[in-house]
């Protein structure tokens, strides 16, 4: 993560991206749904069965294919805002989008895109999804009349590789009361009951209309799925701190979309 990098393009109103495309939402309680996404280069953390390697070093060039069917566009880096914006109101026009998504890497890094995309995007119809790994509760803060729904990865040790972030997760949760959220959280063959229980209580605790999905990790980077008989056992785990939790797989993997 640069952040002299970040702070530089912020002074621009500009940002590093990765890539814009339309597309079925592959994770989550709104699976299905068509989405936009906007996926933003950076981020802090560097998870074992991390899906956007990438976002860890800034591409020359990032991948618009703002219209499905389109001509996809290589356009250099880093990218105005108002380009972003332009590029986006383009996709709502020409297609029905219930949600843009902005991702990652990790969104929050880049607060100043979702502040100003946010009255473009609901101008058109559609919602802002905030998909984020929920390290930064104070930069959530900052924009959290631009976010309408949150999805929020929440990091187990043991399966991600990185220290507990239990605290910054609750902290988080806590701020996104009173919006539709959800909480990802990523099954590995090495997760425990005990894993699964403390964070749907946690989760219970900081904002009890969150969804919790409890994910089995697509085996990337060396990571090794739960077998699929210990899925309901996990989730019946959960259900007893949690009323609300889902077993839902990548499909955007199943339907062979990256």
Known sequence: MDTDRLGALEQRCAV???EIFSSVQGEGPRAGERHLFVRT???????VWCDTPLCHVVPAEARVTPVAGGATQSVPNPVPVATVLGWIATALQAVRHTAVSFTGGEPLLHPWLLREAAPVVRAHGAKVLLETDGTMPTVFESI????DIVSMDWKLPSSCGERDFATEHSAFLRLARGRET???LVI???TTLEEVQAVATAVALACPEAVLVLQPVTPIGGAVPPNPRALPALQAAALQCHALVRVLPQIHRLMGQP
């Open 41 to 47: 280069a950076h981020c802090d953390l560097h998870c």
């Open 188 to 190: 590995t063959a090495s």
């Open 182 to 184: 959800a909480v990802k």
């Open 16 to 18: 590093d991206l990765i």
């Open 144 to 147: 959290l009349d631009s976010v």
